[in-house]
């Protein structure tokens, strides 16, 4: 594995000096400008000659990865690095959100094997059963407000009927519906 500093000469070779181009950041400062009456997130991948002031764009926000770590800024505007998904990391970091205010949160590790969130059907989730029910475990000592589990049901003249959850979406899709559901998966 090479070194932080041999690796970022290698991406100065790569990008060069500038993590942005002008043009980049012309836009980005227009856009958020043009939008001062909403919450503002950026999503990039990495800032390498730091061509990104928070403070003076007017962002709420910025989450960004390349560094395949994390940088924890709890502080407004948030500056946070995500660790990676990929690698067996399997990370994710949760952003609550509520009435414009955000409010970032640790990094969670699925883990290598991924049992810390698991959803089990009772039959094959395959459109071919028009009674369908899934058991979801969360190891994760956090409760989920808003998850979806995705349902994929036979057509139906008749609609569908949910229990413990509430549908928010159905999507046709051939010879079968993909039924969105909006559940509360407690911790």
Same mark, same amino acid.
């Given at each position: 594995? =090479?070194?932080?500093? *041999? ?18 950041? #012309?836009?980005? *400062? ?10 503002? !997130? ?23 990865? @390349? ?8 502080? @407004?505007?948030?500056? &946070?690095?995500?660790?990676? !998904?990929?690698? =067996? ?11 414009? =205010? ?7 590790? !699925? ?7 698991? &959803? ?5 989730? *395959? ?8 058991? &979801?475990?969360?190891? @994760?000592?956090?409760?989920?407000? @808003?998850?979806? !589990? ?6 139906? =003249?008749?609609?569908?009927?949910? #229990? ?5 979406? &159905? ?17």
């Amino acid at each position: 594995m =090479e070194t932080s500093d *041999n690796y970022d000469s290698y991406l100065y070779e790569i990008y060069g000096s500038q993590g942005f181009i002008p043009s980049q950041l #012309t836009w980005l *400062n227009n856009e958020l400008s043009s939008n001062q009456d909403k919450t503002n !997130v950026l999503f990039y991948h990495f800032d390498f000659n730091d061509d990104i002031n928070l403070e003076t764009l007017g962002a709420d926000m910025a989450l960004w990865g @390349h560094t395949h770590g994390n940088t924890d800024d709890y502080v @407004h505007p948030y500056d &946070i690095g995500t660790d990676n !998904v990929c690698d =067996e990391t399997m990370a994710y970091r949760m952003i609550r959100v509520n009435n414009a =205010e955000l409010a970032p949160e640790n990094t969670i590790y !699925v883990n290598s094997i991924g049992e810390n969130l698991t &959803i089990e059907y009772n039959e094959e989730n *395959n459109g071919l059963f028009d009674s369908l029910s899934a058991t &979801i475990t969360n190891n @994760h000592d956090k409760t989920f407000q @808003h998850g979806v !589990v995705k349902f994929i049901m036979p057509l139906s =003249e008749y609609g569908y009927t949910v #229990t413990n959850g509430t549908l928010e979406q &159905i999507i046709a899709a051939g010879n079968y519906n993909i039924c969105y559901i909006n559940v509360n998966i407690e911790q």
